[in-house]
């Protein structure tokens, strides 16, 4: 079944060639049991190594059962070893972290035989050499005859067709010897036995047949055969290790040197348990400013103005501009502001409002229309009447944009939300009685204070009220107050030549019979600091009474002659059409809001009515879009920038560690390496590749990294408690340090692949150890 033919095998050492092989030729039968005799270095073992597959040859054939082995690939002298071949070495070569029966079913794990079948084939393999009593024993437990016993069974477990013996019983007293020489006799009745041995005596005692060995030559040979098997009929399955074999391997051995795995995983964890305070801190932070955020910003609104900014555009501009150098000439550029280049005109259409008007209840209760309708405003004052505004400074009394208008006519004030249903919620949410009541009809509007219950001394001064500065006021001075609301048709007076003007007539103004009685019925405070500043510091109405003036005035004379005249009826002025819009939507005539003001339900809500009104602006030109302002979403953005860019910087400082960590593991995987050379090499002689050697230390370091990772997780957890109390004794925060879940498992992940990115190197050079030089290492 085995046939060796002319082979050779030359060691090159200096000027030094050493034949180890020297044309050799001999025949094997399938059962016999052949001792080789001969002196150290007559080339005995490296025969054997040939044949058993551990080394090649380097020229020559070697024949299995009729196949030739000239073009055998790696992984087919790996099966070859694996399922013809059995080696019984002189110093054992059990695995010593793995118990008997591991080492046993080693052979047959890279098989791929399953577990019951390998148990019994290893019991049965135990049982034959008489070890049926020390299956879970250690090989630590066990003597040096019984471990030779173990290797035997190991050998036989996968019923191999040769037995190779390189010096069984050269560690063994003699009564052992006679024992374990009595048992490979016995092996020999079913398969083809080669013994290499120094001993002529057991050899002629147990042997079938010698070969006397010297100088790589066969010298001779007791019993020659001469057939030459024609038929091939060699077909070896392939070897494979399964990862969950290499981690079972890796773990044995790791827990058998429990201190030092320990203290590897404590110092390769430090670059996790620094990264994990780092970001339990960035989170905690983050979740203390978003909580701050939510409670500051919660009430303000998102807000779409005519007129507005385009903030990407100014920052592109802005960029732009930064980036450039100085310009090497002295010509001077004619160029729009960047201000003005990003200024954007807002079409707020009737379809657009109804666009706004379908937001969804749950996200935004409150919907503001603020228009720039003009209010013909009265208030007796002093038994007078005089126009008055709900201005909120000096400057701010609100004519047309170029002053065309009487001092009369005002808008100003604050105009707050009615909820969507009709409900009045917004002010009973974010502002407190002071004096008098909440206002319950369009008419009624009411006084806001800050938290400091200080009023907008301008404002009252503009309403007509004759306070100082810092004075005590009397409420019910200002809840008595009423004010007239008059229409244009009484307000203004056509004159012959077409134009118009303001009526002087207050008293007769006030008793007109269209004309509007507005009640001050209450003052009232901001009830926390979130809502502090929604309402400017004045006189507030509903924008239900602003959309009653525009129902009052937008068919009157006024406004129809302004509509049919490009000059301005007030001041014969021309006007262009924008001119002319804005004087018609002061004076009432057109339906077009000058702001809309979208309150959210919630914080988290702001994100469902922007990604809304996002969508309008899909497949529509610049031109057409509405660009709105995210005041909160703006704050938001900034912080978590400033705060992710921390994060980012403390990371990276932090993950200088784990690279050291990468180089401890790979100089510990490489020790490893050292220390289990022997293992490879009996890994080997049981047929496992080269991929399989790498995955056994590729699952050593996976174990390490899986380790460490969780280790540095649950060192850096216990470290938030003592950070926590730290940071509450300085910043009265609660809670700080808080260790995302989701953050541990990344870790856990990246420490794991780190390492095992470590230990892959030494991983792969052990895989390119020698078999044969890995066996005779110490």
């Known amino acids: 079944m085995l046939n060796l033919q002319h082979l050779k095998k030359y060691y090159q050492v200096g000027d030094t060639t050493t034949k180890a092989l020297d044309d050799v030729n001999v025949n094997f039968r399938d059962r016999e ?74 052979g047959m794990t890279l098989s791929g035989v399953d577990a019951a079948t390998k148990k019994k084939r290893a019991q049965e393999a135990l049982t034959r050499v008489g070890l049926k009593n020390h299956i879970h024993k250690k090989p630590s437990q066990l003597s040096g005859g019984q471990l030779q016993r173990v290797a035997i069974a190991r050998a036989l477990a996968n019923d191999p067709q040769i037995l190779l013996a390189d010096e069984p019983t050269g560690a063994l007293d003699t009564n052992t010897s006679q024992e374990i020489m009595a048992l490979i006799k016995e092996l020999a009745q079913d398969r083809l036995v080669i013994m290499v041995t120094h001993n002529p005596q057991l050899a002629k005692q147990y042997a079938d ?77 983050q979740k203390q400013i978003d909580k701050t955020q939510a409670e500051a910003l919660s009430q303000f609104p998102v807000t779409i103005s005519q007129v507005t900014s385009d903030s990407k555009q100014y920052q592109s501009e802005a960029n732009q501009n930064s980036n450039k150098s100085f310009p090497k000439n002295n010509r001077v550029i004619a160029k729009v502001n960047p201000v003005n280049a990003a200024q954007h005109f807002n079409q707020i259409t009737p379809a657009y409002v109804r666009y706004v008007n379908q ?28 126009p008055i505004t709900f201005a909120v400074s000096r400057n701010d009394t609100i004519n047309n944009s170029q002053n065309l208008m009487s001092a009369s006519v005002g808008v100003g004030g604050s105009v707050y939300p009615v909820n969507r249903n009709g409900r009045q919620t917004f002010l009973r949410k974010n502002y407190h009685v002071l004096a008098g009541r909440y206002p319950q009809k369009a008419n009624e509007i009411v006084l806001i204070a800050n938290k400091q219950n200080a009023v907008n001394l301008d404002a009252l001064k503009n309403a007509g009220f004759t306070f100082q500065n810092k004075e005590k006021l009397d409420p019910d001075q200002i809840l008595k107050t009423k004010i007239k609301l008059v229409a244009n ?26 004309t509007k009685t507005l009640k001050v019925v209450g003052i009232l405070r901001t009830s926390n600091k979130n809502s502090d500043g929604l309402l400017a510091g004045g006189f507030a109405y509903s924008d239900h009474l602003t959309k009653e003036v525009m129902q009052l005035n937008k068919n009157s004379a006024i406004v129809q002659a302004q509509k049919s005249s490009s000059i301005n009826v007030l001041t014969n002025e021309q006007l262009n059409s924008e001119q002319k819009a804005l004087l018609l939507t002061t004076l009432g005539g057109r339906k077009t809001p000058s702001m809309i003001q ?20 899909r497949g529509k030109s610049k031109a057409q879009t509405v660009i709105y302002n995210d005041l909160a979403g703006n704050i938001t953005s900034i912080t978590g920038g400033l705060m992710n860019a921390i994060t980012y910087v403390l990371v990276g400082f932090a993950a200088i560690s784990l690279i050291t960590s990468i180089i401890m593991i790979a100089i510990i995987t490489y020790t490893s390496v050292i220390e289990r050379t022997k293992e490879i090499g009996v890994l080997k002689a049981l047929g496992a590749r080269k991929k399989d050697i790498t995955r056994v230390f590729d699952a050593e370091t996976t174990i390490l990294g899986l380790g460490s990772g969780i280790l540095g997780i649950v060192i850096a957890w216990l470290l938030t408690f003592p950070a926590n109390a730290i940071l509450y004794n300085l910043t009265n925060l609660t ?12 870790l856990v992940i990246i ?9 892959h190197i030494p991983a792969r050079m052990a895989a390119k150890k020698n078999a044969a030089i890995a066996l005779r290492s110490e």
């Open 735 to 746: 809670h700080v340090a808080q260790l995302n879940p989701l953050h541990a498992v990344i």
């Open 489 to 514: 048709d009484d307000f203004y007076t056509k004159l012959p030549t077409g134009n118009f003007i303001p009526n002087q007539n207050y008293q007769q103004l006030a008793q007109a019979p269209k």
């Open 33 to 106: 049991f052949v001792a080789i005799l001969g002196t150290s270095g007559s080339g005995k073992t490296t025969l054997l190594n040939v044949i058993g597959g551990l080394d090649r040859y380097d020229s020559g054939n070697l024949i299995i059962n009729g196949k030739s082995t000239q073009n055998f690939q790696e992984q087919d002298w790996d099966a070859y070893r694996n399922n013809t071949v059995g080696f019984i070495f002189q110093d054992y070569n059990i695995i010593s972290h793995l118990n008997i029966l591991d080492n046993v079913t080693l």
């Open 359 to 386: 937001i969804n209840a749950t996200d935004a209760r409150n919907i503001a229309l603020t228009y720039t309708t003009g209010f013909n405003l009265l208030r007796q004052v002093h038994g007078k009447y005089r």
């Open 751 to 759: 420490s794991t692949i780190l390492t095992v990115l470590g230990g």
């Open 598 to 617: 979208i309150y959210p339900n919630s914080f988290d809500e702001k994100d469902h009515i922007t990604s809304y009104l996002d969508r309008y602006n």
């Open 209 to 285: 047949r010698i070969i006397n060995f010297s100088d790589g030559k066969i010298l001779t040979d007791s019993n020659p055969e001469q057939t030459v098997l024609d038929s091939e009929s060699f077909h070896p399955r392939r070897t494979k290790m399964s990862f969950a074999t290499a981690l079972k391997l890796s773990f044995t051995n790791i827990i058998t040197k429990k201190g030092r795995t320990f203290l590897t995983m404590l110092a390769s964890s430090i670059g996790i348990i620094s990264i994990g305070i780092v970001l339990a801190l960035s989170n905690g932070f």
